[in-house]
């Protein structure tokens, strides 16, 4: 079954400094993945994807991911954290194996940008 | 292009009432989807339309929830009667899904239900 993995329920990062939220998955076939933020009180907006193609993908608000197929990882990066970027992240993955093509979320990770 | 709208983004009522949720996906999106967030947890899928069939409705209990996608293109879901534990917030999105393409899902602001 496909699964994804946060391992952090919660990041603290100084404004200015590099983030990075983590991502595992486990998939039988090729993984299709999402990344998505939500500020309170907001639905999910999504951020970014990778289907195929280059390793790192780069999205909106300048976040950016990289896909390592060997780690089986997907984690989200930034390179200068903002205080305006503390919300809640949330991993999927596309299940394609099944026919349903349904979204597995993980568990989410609250990123607290400090000033 | 116009987002997922949803209505209403806030309701509150008494257990064992009933309420519904209006749901609008984003103009040609095939793929609508409903989801279960509860505070400070990732969606829950209640129930996916691929145009107005169920592909997935494995995680909706059935007893007390419903959902209809007519003509494929609104939704509704509807609990009745509601309990304590149906707090939370509702969401739909959508995905266009062209044939052998999994496209991005887009999400509304979602419902805030409170059951009291």
């Known amino acids: 079954a496909q699964s994804v993995a946060q391992p952090e329920d919660q990041v603290n990062v100084a404004e200015g400094n590099p983030l990075t939220v983590k991502c595992t998955y486990s998939?039988?076939?090729?993984?299709?993945l999402f990344w998505y933020v939500q500020y309170p009180n907001r639905g999910l907006q999504f951020l970014l994807k990778?289907?195929?193609?280059?390793?790192l993908v780069k999205g909106s608000y300048g976040f950016e991911a990289e896909f390592n197929k060997s780690q089986t990882s997907f984690h989200l990066k930034k390179p200068s954290a903002l205080v305006s970027d503390s919300a809640l992240y949330f991993c999927?993955?596309?299940?394609?194996?099944?026919?349903?093509?349904?979204?597995?979320f993980g568990t989410g990770t609250r990123l607290k940008v400090l000033a | 292009e116009a987002g997922v709208a949803q209505s209403p983004r806030y309701k509150i009522i008494e257990k064992r009432q009933s309420v519904a949720f209006w749901c609008n996906p984003i103009?040609?999106?095939?793929?609508l989807y409903w989801y279960q967030q509860i505070l400070g947890q990732g969606p829950k899928l209640l129930i996916q339309?691929?145009?107005?069939?169920?592909?997935?409705d494995s995680q909706l209990p059935k007893d007390r929830f419903s959902a209809e996608r007519l003509k494929g293109v609104d939704s509704t879901l509807k609990i009745q009667p509601a309990k304590l534990e149906d707090s939370a917030v509702y969401l739909c999105?959508?995905?266009?899904?062209?044939?052998?393409?999994?496209?991005?899902?887009?999400f509304g602001p979602g419902t805030r239900l409170t059951v009291l």
């Open positions: 999105a959508s995905s266009l899904d062209r044939a052998g393409a999994p496209d991005t899902q887009y």
């Open positions: 998939v039988s076939g090729n993984p299709y």
């Open positions: 990778y289907i195929t193609g280059d390793n």
């Open positions: 999927a993955v596309r299940d394609v194996d099944t026919g349903t093509y349904k979204y597995i």
């Open positions: 103009s040609g999106h095939a793929t």
């Open positions: 339309f691929q145009n107005n069939g169920v592909v997935d």
